[in-house]
């Protein structure tokens, strides 16, 4: 895949992680720790897609 196509589909790829992210907190124990974790994982990978996508509007 070459650098410009990887460069557009930066979106897409982010939304991708976001999912990955969110199932693997959902892989969590359910205990105190394990809620603590998943919550602060879920908070910090799905931020970027709607952060970089809020970028890109700007710039426009």
Do not use: W
């Not at 410009?4 to 930066?10: G, T």
């Not at 999912?19 to 907190?25: F, G, L, N, Q």
């Not at 959902?26 to 970028?55: C, F, M, V, W």
Request: hydrophobic share 30%; net charge positive; charged share 30%.
């Amino acid at each position: 895949m070459s650098k410009v196509c990887r460069e557009f589909d930066l979106e897409e790829r982010l939304i991708d992680f976001a999912v990955r992210v969110i199932r693997t907190a959902e892989s969590l124990p359910k205990t105190k720790i394990g809620n603590h974790i998943s919550d602060q994982l879920i908070r910090s990978g799905t931020s970027p897609a709607p952060n970089y996508g809020e970028a890109q509007n700007k710039t426009s």
